[in-house]
């Protein structure tokens, strides 16, 4: 086939997905970066009345709920422009965890869409609404998080009406400010994916205990302890044992969703290295004139485009309700390592200023090294495509 009979527009984003991007790059020129520079450097987020001032300017754009489905009152975005979004919003100090700082919130955990209508309403409605923060999500333990559905030790026994809960859950994002959470623990034999419920537990129930754990970057996680906590048979979501089942299309969508990030910050720092690299001289020239800067400049942007192709790859064929569980361990794989890679040689450019906390790079440097274990480490990825392609 000649280039003349391709079809034209290949590879490219819908208009609409185009002036989507370019709205949130507009909002996080003229709102999130000026705010950014008014807070410490390594700040999880803006001050309370700050982020709602962003949240407020956020809606007035649409720029709130993405995530959520129209049937329960969010924006219902695709996969495909959740991720265009993602990358964008990733485009600041804190955005690695803390894209738009906060501002495009309102999505309650996915699960939820799966909940009674009346949990529904009690806990997941007042987060679409903007009356509630986020909640939590509780799955890995210390005796494994790569392989949490056979791993889970956290036990829920029932007796009557309530189910009692014992263990301990770690690594859990937002525990520490969150009002509630679902938290996934096992009602049934020991190592058994089909044996895990999905429970809401209010973040005041006697028993629980939330405590930081202190970590490399800046969003310290939480470990949960559950010592003969008492939850409502009512706060199960779905039925016993099924918690993965209904978890299980989330997690895989999540994968595709949290490369498109580390890939936006990425593609931030080259554009940084390439202004610094074009007026840094030395020994009697510009850092872009010697071929060892050229090339990493060269295999970054490369990489960085094979990168966004698969993660876009990946959530179009989600949209398009394909089995996406190999393209999303792909994606997730290639955008956080190839995101980490590009931004080593970006902080080598810049030499010791890279390292400064003058610049965002160091703080993007440790967030993109726990991106590449989070959603299912680098290698347990691996494993999945290789186990696809033995089957």
């Given amino acids: 086939m000649s280039p003349d009979s391709l079809p034209t527009g290949a590879w490219e984003l819908p208009e609409e997905f185009r002036l989507l991007a370019q709205t949130v790059r507009r909002f996080m020129d003229s709102e999130v970066r000026p705010l950014e520079e008014t807070l410490d450097h390594d700040a999880a987020g803006p001050p309370p009345e700050a982020l709602a001032r962003l949240q407020n300017k956020a809606r007035a754009l649409g720029l709130w709920a993405l995530q959520t489905p129209p049937e329960y009152g969010g924006a219902g975005l695709s996969l495909l422009g959740q991720v265009v979004v993602a990358e964008e919003a990733a485009k600041c100090r804190m955005g690695a965890f803390f894209p738009a700082a906060g501002a495009f919130g309102g999505n309650p955990p996915s699960v939820m869409y799966r909940a009674s209508p ?196 990946a959530a179009w064929s989600a949209d398009l309700g394909r089995d996406v569980r190999v393209d999303a361990s792909v994606a997730k794989l290639y955008g956080t390592e190839t995101a980490f890679r590009v931004l080593d040689r970006c902080v080598q450019m810049f030499g010791a200023l890279g390292l400064s906390q003058e610049m965002p790079l160091e703080r993007w440097f440790r967030d993109l090294r726990v991106k590449r274990l989070g959603e299912g480490a680098t290698e347990v990825q691996r494993m999945i495509v290789a186990r696809h392609l033995l089957s």
């Fill in 118 to 313: 009346e949990q529904f309403e009690r806990y997941a409605r007042p987060i679409i609404e903007g009356r509630a923060g986020r909640a939590y999500t509780a799955i890995s333990e210390s005796s494994g998080g790569s392989d949490p559905a056979r791993a889970i030790r956290c036990r829920a026994e029932r007796q009557g009406d309530h189910y009692v809960l014992n263990g301990t859950k770690v690594w859990t994002s937002h525990a520490a400010t969150a009002d509630w959470g679902v938290v996934y623990a096992r009602t049934g034999e020991q190592g058994d994916r089909n044996a895990i419920s999905c429970f809401i537990v209010e973040r005041d129930t006697p028993g629980l205990s939330v405590t930081p754990i202190g970590v490399m970057n800046s969003l310290s996680p939480s470990q949960l302890h559950f010592d003969d906590v008492r939850i409502p048979a009512a706060n199960r979501i779905g039925e016993e044992g099924a918690g993965f089942r209904l978890a299980s299309d989330f997690l895989v969508r999540g994968r595709v969703l949290y490369a498109a990030g580390p890939i936006g910050i990425a593609q931030l720092a080259v554009e940084m290295a390439v202004g610094w690299v074009k007026e840094r001289e030395v020994f009697g020239s510009r850092l872009a004139d010697k071929q060892g800067v050229q090339w990493m400049l060269a295999d970054s942007e490369i990489e960085l485009r094979a990168a966004r192709l698969l993660t876009y790859q």
